[in-house]
């Protein structure tokens, strides 16, 4: 059965207060944005200054709560197995398998807790920033 709302709330989850660059929808990964305290949605696959994911919608100019920590309903952009880690997959701030390529950095937002079967699907996501390494 396709997932299209969180089956669960957020467990054991911290977030900070940031500025929306632009409209952010909830379950969407950010990055750092233009100022010192806002966030944005990400230029592209990969990008390195995450800062994590949105805990509701966000205005354009608005002031929001982004989850830094915890377990975290997060919007996949493609199909994302259990256990795998897990990285932005586009501009769009969805959700992909890490998967770098040889001697390439891959710079991760954590590790699937649930499956999501595509894209748009909602699973839960474990906060837990790093960097992979392709083989």
Do not use: C
């Not at 390195?48 to 354009?60: A, F, M, N, R, T």
């Not at 952009?77 to 990285?87: D, Y």
């Not at 001697?103 to 499956?115: E, I, P, Q, V, Y």
């Amino acid at each position: 059965m396709a997932t299209t709302q969180p089956l669960v709330t957020a467990q054991h989850a911290k977030s900070v207060t940031k500025k929306a660059d632009i409209a952010l929808t909830r379950g969407v990964i950010v990055v750092e944005g233009a100022a010192v305290d806002s966030v944005k949605l990400p230029s592209g696959a990969d990008e390195g200054l995450i800062v994590g994911v949105v805990k509701d919608d966000i205005s354009s100019g608005e002031y929001g709560e982004i989850y830094i920590s915890g377990i975290v309903p997060t919007v996949a952009g493609a199909a994302i197995t259990v256990g795998l880690p897990v990285s932005i997959n586009g501009n769009a701030g969805k959700a992909k398998p890490a998967a770098p390529g040889s001697g390439a950095n891959s710079f991760l937002l954590g590790f699937a807790r649930s499956a999501a079967s595509g894209d748009g699907i909602w699973f839960q996501l474990e906060i837990a920033k790093s960097v992979m390494q392709g083989a």
